[in-house]
């Protein structure tokens, strides 16, 4: 989870292909892109902005971060996958 400030956009970390958007119970918006072997999922958005099958550009822009106004907080939820092992972020975001 990535902590930011209200009206934050979310954006791809590495170009790819939106495959899927759906809703989460609790955790808002969701937006799957492919990235090759890769696919990362960003959730907790209040508003999306690409389509399924659209082709995305490094940090284009994909939604509006979700602010949680009970809690005061907006945060992103960010997973990368290869396959069907979840890998640790970091890497991906230290080296965009």
Known sequence: ????????K??????????????????????LINHGAF????THLSEV???KGQKVETKQEIGTIYYDSEEG??????????GSDKLNPEFWLISR
Not at 39 to 42: E, N, P, Q
Not at 73 to 82: A, C, D, G, M, S
């Open 1 to 8: 989870d990535i902590s930011t400030v209200k009206g934050a």
């Open 10 to 31: 979310a954006r791809a970390i590495f170009k790819g292909e939106v495959r899927a958007i759906f809703s989460i119970p609790g955790m808002q918006k969701a937006v």
């Open 39 to 42: 696919f990362t999922v960003y």
């Open 49 to 51: 902005v690409v389509n």
């Open 73 to 82: 907080k907006t945060e992103i939820h960010l997973e990368v996958w290869k």
